[in-house]
Nanobody
Framework: QGQVVESGGGLVQAGGSLRLSCTASGSFFSIYKMAWYSQAPGKQRDLVAAITAGGSTNYADSVKGRFTISRDNAKNTVYLQMNSLKPEDTAVYYC???????????WGQGTQVTVSS
């Protein structure tokens, strides 16, 4: 999978929006399953949203209707559009790239999202 790099985090007021981006290097991005995870201080890392190579998506119940995951294979990039943000969305967001052929995972360094009330 090569290198995985996230961007787009920041500080936003409740009700606002952010778009996270994640770029994964490598020639086989189009077959990767891509996912976003969040980890709040003192808590485990949880799945937020995932998208398969075929474009099927799934979401955590807490973000359904507010977050949208999408991918652009030409740019080796996956996005997470986050709308109607809540203070409880505050966390470090990590991008994961999974190669379904080898089973190998790649993780980004994380990007901080802070939602103020």
């Amino acid at each position: 999978q090569g290198q995985v790099v996230e961007s787009g985090g920041g500080l936003v007021q409740a009700g606002g929006s952010l778009r996270l981006s994640c770029t994964a290097s490598g020639s086989f991005f189009s077959i990767y399953k891509m996912a976003w995870y969040s980890q709040a201080p003192g808590k485990q890392r949880d799945l937020v949203a995932a998208i398969t190579a075929g474009g099927s998506t799934n979401y955590a119940d807490s973000v359904k209707g507010r977050f949208t995951i999408s991918r652009d294979n030409a740019k080796n990039t996956v996005y997470l559009q986050m709308n109607s943000l809540k203070p409880e969305d505050t966390a470090v967001y990590y991008c994961n790239a999974n190669n379904p052929v080898t089973g190998r995972d790649g993780w980004g360094q994380g990007t901080q999202v802070t939602v103020s009330s």
